[in-house]
């Protein structure tokens, strides 16, 4: 059902009143004409089955009937008997290859476009919808791995959409049966004209995954007795903007219809009510406007409209607020706006474009692409994949304050009725930084074409990327997820990080690349021996896994040393630390390290780092200051030792089993908390 080209449609009203008409296609045409889908498709399948005079004419009325209502299932079914007709129109085709798209049908559909292509070779749609259904599978190949489900609490057996996040709960369109109101039905669809309805979260459930309370009319204020739908609030809640059909006399043309056009209207909310809605300035009688979008400072207006000038179909527009009402209306232009309809505008806290487009390359269709502004131009709209577009109609997102986390609309099979509302956990954009930095760790530069790998641990795929001449690197990954993120290059020592993605967007912390420089010492964190004992421990063995990849990455010499705390004779101490030192070297001599490269000195306890006089004087944690394992670099060879991991082999976008790398590869990426943006 698609309920949303209901309140992007004109709507009419027919001078027939409400007279039954017989069974003839004469009369089933009037009512097509008059958009009275639902009317007529009983009508139509009536003169089909019994064969009646007009059969043929009933098909194409009937394909297009279903196609209207959203039923692709029957539309495909009648648009593949009608193009064997003789004589037939050749936008029949075209729409075939449409309904096809939807089904997820792409190599049928192709073949409808280029007929029609054929047929009316000065139509651009043929060709350019042609090649959609090529370049689908590059969409198909590389979907990310969003999270969406329905949101049972609030959808109906009928259409909601357009959700809208206020005060406590959510504001959105549906054409369910509005309590202590009168509901006319509507003859397009059979179901009651549209109108708001408001539920409440719960607030026990976590943003991604929501609930609500059973959904009431929001404001007899707001509902009128035809159209009201697609609604935006300002800034502080108080004031809303919403589209709105209004039945009202008018000129007829020459089939008796009146035109009703689609207008803005606005309310504000005083004294605990909302007023009693007005129009805007940029309303019109011979065009509709409609599905308006704030600015984050409310004052640009973003909305749709059929108004001529265009580039077909539905375009967005923009106009800013004037000292009275609003200025002159701006198309967006053809980076945005196509041949087809582009509608449900959404602008996000961060000034991104959200909207609904049936004319860019997507999986059929209205598909969500968003677009930014740069130097005061749009950016090629981004198409956001599945499984939040699917191949019927994705339109209507929002976003929840904060988070990457919001609702959007679907009629998607599977929902509870027709237009649904689904919950959405976006990715989630992860930015950092690689810098080239001096023993110092405080002198740094940028490090450009330092490369990065960020290991997804759900997935265990590794995604690598390449650093800007800023040394910066950013990625889209999954929410609630965990990642190790690791940046690389020849000639320095690697660093790395692990993080836990929770909803927001987020910067890690700077990686520090330092070049290998005799005299450096590293503490090595997580070496522990059992007491009075120097044999490696399973839980050792990670950190030195990581001395090894170290060995095998830089040209360098090392000693590794063993430090004990006061408690404990000087001799004994000495011992033991040897003992210790020299058990992690043969360690790491066992996993191929040179021996020539790394030597063991144990120090006892005559290098503390906290100074214990008399020795019971620290406390336990200085004790485990002292007791620690070092690793001190004594040359840099000038020739470096083949690396297990050639950097120039990787390239920006390269994505990569996990067990394509060694397996310490990863090891030591520590948890560090994100800088939230």
């Known amino acids: 059902m698609k309920s949303k080209y209901l309140i992007l449609a004109l709507a009419f009203l027919t001078a027939w009143g409400s007279q039954t008409f017989g069974q ?183 943003s991604y995954d929501p609930s609500y309370t059973e959904a009431e009319g929001f404001s007899n204020k707001l509902n009128d007795e035809y159209h009201d739908g697609t609604a935006v609030l300002n800034i502080t809640g108080d004031v809303i903007y919403f589209t709105r059909t209004i039945k009202k006399k008018g000129e007829k043309d020459e089939d008796n219809i009146i035109t009703y056009r689609l207008k803005i209207y606005t309310s504000e909310f005083a004294d605990g009510k909302w007023t009693k809605a007005k129009p805007i300035t940029l309303n019109s009688d011979t065009y509709s406007i409609g599905h308006p979008a704030l600015s984050t400072d409310d004052n640009k207006l973003y909305f749709v409209s059929d108004m001529p000038g265009g580039f077909g179909g539905t375009d967005l527009y923009i106009s800013e607020r004037a000292e009275e009402g609003w200025g002159e209306p701006r198309n967006l232009g053809p980076v945005i706006n196509t041949p087809e309809n582009e509608m449900f505008p959404y602008i996000h806290k961060d000034g991104t474009l959200y909207f609904a487009s049936a004319g860019h390359l997507g999986y059929g269709g209205l598909d969500i692409f968003f677009s930014k502004k740069e130097n005061d131009v749009w950016s090629e709209p981004v198409n956001m994949m599945a499984p939040l577009n699917s191949s019927y109609d994705d339109f209507g997102i929002t976003f929840m304050p904060g988070l990457n986390i919001g609702l959007f609309s679907s009629n998607r099979p599977g929902g509870s009725g027709k237009d649904d509302i689904y919950a959405f956990e976006g990715l989630i954009t992860v930015k950092g930084k690689v810098l080239a930095c001096d023993d110092s760790g405080i002198d740094c530069i940028p490090l450009a074409n330092a490369t990065v790998f960020v290991l997804d641990k759900s997935t265990n795929k590794v995604n690598v990327l390449k650093t800007d001449l800023a040394g910066h690197y950013e990625l889209e990954v999954s929410p609630r997820s965990e990642y190790s993120i690791k940046a690389s290059k020849e000639g320095y020592f690697s660093d790395c990080s692990s993080i836990k993605v929770g909803n927001k967007y987020f910067t890690v912390r700077d990686l520090i690349l330092e070049k290998p420089k005799a005299g450096k010492v590293f503490t090595v964190d997580n070496i522990y021996y059992d007491f009075d004992k120097s044999f490696i421990r399973e839980d050792a063995k990670p950190a030195l896994n990581n001395l090894v990849r170290i060995m095998q990455e830089n040209p360098i010499t090392v000693e590794l040393s063993s430090h004990t705390d006061c408690r404990g004779s000087d001799e004994y101490n000495m011992k033991l630390s040897q003992r210790r030192a020299q058990a992690a070297v043969d360690y790491i001599i066992e996993q191929g390290v040179n021996t020539s490269r790394i030597t063991a000195k144990g120090y006892g306890e005559s290098k503390p780092v906290v100074i214990c006089s008399p020795c019971l004087s620290c406390t336990e944690e200085e004790h485990q200051l002292n007791r620690r394992t070092e690793f001190k670099i004594i040359s840099v060879t000038p020739e470096p030792p083949p690396r297990e991991i050639d950097e120039s082999k990787y390239l920006n976008g390269d994505l990569f089993n996990q067990d394509y790398f060694p397996k310490s590869f990863f090891e030591g990426c520590n948890f560090s908390e994100p800088l939230d943006n």
């Not at 196609?67 to 003789?86: C, H, K, P």
Request: with cysteine; glycine share 4%; aromatic share 14%.
């Open 24 to 206: 003839s296609i004469k009369k089933a045409d009037k009512r097509v004409t008059f958009y009275e889908y639902a009317v007529a498709i009983p009508v139509l399948e009536n003169i089909i089955a019994k064969n009646k005079e007009g059969k043929q004419e009933a098909m194409v009325l009937l394909a297009d009937c279903y196609r209207l209502i959203g039923d692709e299932e029957n539309a495909a079914g009648m648009y593949g008997r009608i193009i064997s007709l003789d004589s037939i129109d050749p936008i029949n085709h075209y729409y075939y290859g449409q309904v096809l798209r939807t089904l997820g049908k792409y190599q049928e559909a192709k073949e409808q476009f280029l007929t029609y292509a054929k047929l009316v070779p000065d139509d651009p749609k043929g060709p350019l919808f042609a090649e959609y259904c090529e370049e689908i599978y590059s969409l198909l190949s590389t979907a990310p791995e969003n999270k969406v489900h329905n949101i049972s609490s609030i959808n109906s057996e009928n259409s909601e959409f357009s959700p809208v996040i206020y005060k406590d709960g959510v504001l959105f369109s549906s054409d369910r049966k509005l309590k202590k109101y009168l509901n006319p039905i509507y003859d397009w669809t059979g179901a009651p004209y549209l109108n708001f309805f408001f539920a409440t979260a719960d607030s026990s459930r976590p």
